[in-house]
């Protein structure tokens, strides 16, 4: 053991001490007391620190894991805060903010990426809906293209035009693909409506159900100016064929999430991941400016941030199956998983992310 406690780790393997290192900075938070237990089978999280080192030293390795594992600041270019319509096909027009008061009763966020094949039956889902309830409900639709390569927001537009003339809907093109959260912070964040729904592009929650998350949110706040969040949730289907029949990996990945989550301060809620969500304006004014992942985890810093908040939640249980062409790589969204949430944390714990409350 003393050779051990001097000897330096080989040149490929000094990133396994800073990933220790992370751990011990976030390990101080109260609410992740178990996390080294919880993580202490990581092989790539095992590599002895040397016993010489100050804890002066070590917060500074800490803080270097924080700084390099964190993602980049979001930046918004300008050709994105515009949107082509069937109003205007060729010179795209100026985006709304969040900011701005509300214009629709519902903006609808779709992000996509690659979409041409799933998206077209998802959209006239949607808007047989939405078109079903016109009188007494104004909506947007927002497709939030994240640097597709197949022609989505050029399809989009046509079905804009072509097939639905009496819809409103607005394609938006990132210049660099960021990530589902990216998009759906985007459009979130140039919406119209009182309420924003954001949803995923295959079409695997019933858009019917939006009409349960509507009345749960009725429920929770007595007023829209009070901030109020509604998410879909697939927990009671957990049993069900459409879970069962999810392959091994995928529900391996569920479950270690779910524990993952426990410890990271959002197990009050059953389902973080599903891709069916209602925002308030005042929510989304609060919640999206402070997002800062951009991939798959970004569900769980929405929620993280709506408890810092104390914004009320209510899970509302909705149909759901299986949509083939997922583009998860479930081993990478692991791995990223892990990462992400240690860095989310840390980032909170010691200030660098921050809540601007209004």
């Known amino acids: 053991m003393a ?4 000897r330096s780790p080989p040149p490929g393997q000094i990133w396994r001490r800073t990933g220790l290192s992370m751990l011990n900075v976030i390990d101080h938070s ?3 007391a178990t996390a080294r237990t919880a993580y202490s089978g990581i092989h790539i ?3 002895p620190v040397r016993s010489n080192l100050s804890s002066s030293s070590r917060r500074r390795d800490g803080s270097f894991a924080l700084l390099l594992w964190s993602p980049p600041p979001i930046i ?3 050709g994105e805060r515009r949107y082509r319509s069937k109003y205007s096909p060729s ?11 509300a214009r629709v009763d519902l903006s609808v966020v779709i992000p996509a990426y690659n979409e041409t094949e799933r998206l077209p039956d998802m959209l006239a889902t949607t808007i047989k809906h939405l078109e079903s309830l016109k009188a007494s409900r104004s909506y947007e639709i927002l497709i939030v293209d ?5 022609g989505t927001p050029d399809l989009m537009l046509k079905l804009a035009v072509n097939e639905y003339p009496q819809s409103d809907i607005r394609i938006v093109q990132l210049e660099k693909n960021l990530g589902k959260g990216g998009a759906v912070r985007h459009g979130m964040l140039h919406g119209s409506g009182k309420r924003l729904l954001m949803v995923d592009a295959d079409g695997a929650s019933r858009f019917e159900d939006l009409e349960s998350l509507w009345k749960s949110m009725d429920e929770l706040v007595p007023s829209e100016d009070d901030p109020a969040i509604a998410v879909g949730s697939r927990a009671h289907l957990v049993k069900t064929e459409a879970v069962v029949k999810r392959s091994l990996l995928r529900n ?3 479950y270690g999430l ?3 989550l426990r410890i990271v301060g959002v197990g009050h809620i059953r389902d973080t991941q599903c891709g069916f969500k209602l925002f308030n304006r005042p929510a989304a004014r609060a919640i999206f400016p402070a997002q800062h992942i951009t991939n798959w985890i970004f569900d769980v810093e929405l929620l993280l941030l709506a408890k810092q908040l104390k914004i009320p939640v209510a899970e509302v249980p909705i149909e759901w199956h299986e949509v083939p062409g997922s583009k998860l790589n479930v081993m990478m969204a692991s791995l990223q998983m892990l990462r992400d949430l240690l860095v989310m944390r840390g980032n909170q714990m010691v200030g660098r992310w921050k809540i601007v409350q209004g």
Request: charged share 25%; hydrophobic share 30%.
């Open 146 to 150: 994240d640097g597709s390569s197949d």
């Open 252 to 254: 391996v990945l569920m």
């Open 258 to 260: 779910h524990t993952v």
């Open 45 to 47: 999280l095992r590599w």
């Open 3 to 6: 050779g051990l406690k001097n």
């Open 91 to 101: 010179k795209p027009l100026p985006l709304p903010s969040i900011t701005d008061p």
């Open 76 to 78: 918004t270019r300008e």
């Open 30 to 32: 109260s609410s992740l």
